[in-house]
Nanobody
Framework: QVQLVESGGGLVQAGGSLRLSCEAS????????MGWFRQAPGKEREFVAG????????RYADSVKGRFTVSRDNAQNMLYLQMNTLKPEDTAVYYC??????????????????WGKGTLVTVSS
């Protein structure tokens, strides 16, 4: 069974940094797009960052571009999100997701087939 497990969330002051990790097990996703989504209380789940199977295509939401960096290590089935210059509005549960087919970046939650349970990021002011 496919499993995605996020880690690295926590409490950080505005302007600080966190690095999120996602470990995939049960199958490999080396040719599949993966990404990060987030959901704040009372809000819809939204796209944060996505990366294609061989990291040739990367997409970011406008709200995080220039501050966040997504990367992957296919040999280890790991996905990362380096978050710098964090803002209180970044506070949310962050989810790792993977597409079930090969291809490029997906930016809508409905295009992703596998999800982690999330890790909470809280940015205080």
């Amino acid at each position: 069974q496919v499993q995605l497990v996020e880690s690295g969330g926590g409490l950080v002051q505005a302007g600080g940094s966190l690095r999120l990790s996602c470990e995939a097990s049960g199958r490999t996703f080396r040719t599949n797009a993966m990404g990060w989504f987030r959901q704040a209380p009372g809000k819809e789940r939204e796209f944060v960052a996505g990366i294609s199977g061989i990291s040739s295509t990367i997409r970011y939401a406008d709200s995080v571009k220039g501050r966040f960096t997504v990367s992957r290590d296919n040999a280890q089935n790991m996905l990362y999100l380096q978050m710098n210059t964090l803002k209180p509005e970044d506070t949310a549960v962050y989810y790792c997701a993977a597409s079930g087919v090969f291809g490029g970046v997906r930016t809508t939650p409905s295009d992703m087939d596998y999800w982690g349970k999330g890790t909470l990021v809280t940015v205080s002011s």
